[in-house]
C-alpha cells in the first residue's frame, strides 16, 4: 500500500513493505527502502548510496513502513531522505539517505532526469526553512 501526503513542510511518499525473516539487518532495511522507492517511481536505483541509521530493532513486525521525501534533485541524482518504522509509524527503526543515479539503458552512462521524474519528485522536495 503506498500513498503521497503533501504538506507544507513535510511532504512525503509512504509505502508499507512486507517484512522479510531478515529484515532487521542494514543491507535489508536498505533493500525495503529499494521497494518504496520502485513504488513510487516503478523502476529500480541504480547506482549510489545508501546510508542507514538503525535506531531500534524490527521485531516480530509483518508490515514496515517506509516515509520518502526527496532531500536533493540535480540532473543526474536524487537523494531520497527516509524513516523506516512500524506500520503505525510510532516506533523508528531506522532512517537514512538513499542517493539514486540516472542511468541510461542503453549507454550505461549518467543521464538527465526526464520532466515527468522532476515534476513528480519536485512534490517531494522538502524545503525545511532554517530555525537560527
Not at 80 to 95: C, I, L, M, N, T
Request: charged content about 25%; hydrophobic content about 40%; glycine content about 4%.
Amino acid at each position: 500500500m503506498a500513498s503521497r501526503v503533501t504538506l507544507d513542510l513535510n511532504p512525503k511518499f509512504t509505502f508499507l513493505s512486507p517484512v522479510s525473516s531478515t529484515a532487521s539487518g542494514k543491507l535489508q532495511l536498505a533493500e525495503q527502502v529499494d521497494h518504496a522507492i520502485i513504488a513510487l517511481d516503478r523502476r529500480a536505483p541504480i547506482g549510489g548510496d545508501c546510508r542507514v541509521e538503525l535506531l531500534e530493532p524490527v521485531m516480530d513486525a509483518e508490515l514496515l513502513r517506509i516515509e520518502l521525501w526527496v532531500s536533493d534533485l540535480d540532473d543526474y541524482t536524487c537523494t531520497y531522505g527516509f524513516v523506516v518504522s512500524s506500520e503505525d509509524g510510532r516506533v523508528p527503526h531506522a532512517r537514512g539517505e538513499r542517493l539514486v543515479v540516472n542511468v541510461d539503458p542503453s549507454t550505461h552512462r549518467a543521464a538527465k532526469w526526464n520532466s515527468a521524474f522532476r515534476d513528480s519528485h519536485s512534490e517531494l522536495l522538502k524545503d525545511l526553512p532554517s530555525l537560527a
